[in-house]
């Protein structure tokens, strides 16, 4: 499955922001996900949302940001409020699932995010 995720920009602190990503294909055996890299930082997990619909947030995120999936569109979204400078990063969805034993995962291309001060 491809993916392409949109809706990153510049915002200033305390703003919003809502990024999308579509799949090539259908979503809905996917647990979905968005990660964030930040200059010179490891990516981490920003939020996820299983095929049933549980979801994690990272602690940093938590009550700020939410994680949703529209499977009929094949796309999962994450609506950012309250951004924070720290919140900078490229912002990249993935899809993984379990299949044969095998965990595969797959990326989309990152979506920029400047939270200015």
């Known amino acids: 499955v491809q993916l392409q995720a949109s809706g990153g920009g510049l915002v200033q602190a305390g703003g919003s922001l809502r990024l999308s990503c579509t799949a090539s294909g259908t979503i809905f055996s996917f647990n979905m996900g968005w990660y964030r890299q930040a200059p010179g930082k490891q990516r981490e997990l920003v939020a996820t949302?299983?095929?049933?619909?549980?979801?994690t947030y990272a602690d940093s995120v938590k009550g700020r940001f939410t994680i949703s999936r529209d499977d009929a569109k094949n796309s999962v979204y994450l609506q950012m409020n309250v951004l924070k400078p720290e919140d900078t990063a490229v912002y990249y969805c993935?899809?993984?699932?379990?299949?044969?034993?095998?965990?595969?995962?797959?990326w989309g291309q990152g979506t920029l995010v400047t939270v200015s001060s």
């Open positions: 949302m299983a095929s049933g619909g549980t979801t």
């Open positions: 993935n899809a993984g699932r379990l299949r044969n034993m095998r965990w595969y995962d797959y």
